[in-house]
């Protein structure tokens, strides 16, 4: 089983930027796709951005598309979101998540329970 794990994070006024990174345990199969979903105090998680293994093709939420890059290393096994003009609506718990589900297209993202691995979380709070 896949183990996940979040890094990067913390306070940043609007406007900042910041960067996640997610470390699997394992070196993922070709099938695989990692992403990052977020959950704000009283609200559902929330897809963020997603990328697969085979081919680096990102998927993002209309929220993010023009302001987060999702990026994939295979050296290190780790994919890393670089947040840019963040807003205060971005605060959240950032969740990295991965799956082996192999459904065509990406409708499917945005579902949590899609998808099979996921980190502890880790704090991203923008100031205004």
């Known amino acids: 089983q896949v183990q996940l794990a979040e890094s990067g994070g913390g306070l940043v006024q609007t406007g900042g930027s910041l960067r996640l990174s997610c470390a699997a345990s394992e070196r993922p199969e070709m099938n695989y796709i990692m992403g990052w979903f977020r959950q704000a105090p009283g609200k559902e998680r929330e897809f963020v951005a997603a990328?697969?293994?085979?081919?680096?093709?990102?998927n993002y939420a209309d929220s993010v598309e023009d302001r987060f890059h999702i990026s994939r290393d295979s050296a290190k096994d780790t994919v890393t979101l670089q947040m840019t003009n963040l807003k205060p609506e971005d605060t959240a718990i950032y969740f990295c998540?991965?799956?082996?589900?192999?459904?065509?297209?990406?409708?499917?993202?945005?579902?949590?329970?899609?998808?099979?691995?996921w980190g502890q979380g880790t704090q991203v709070t923008v100031s205004s």
């Open positions: 998540a991965g799956t082996y589900r192999t459904r065509f297209g990406t409708y499917w993202y945005p579902e949590p329970t899609n998808w099979d691995y």
């Open positions: 990328i697969r293994w085979r081919d680096n093709s990102p």
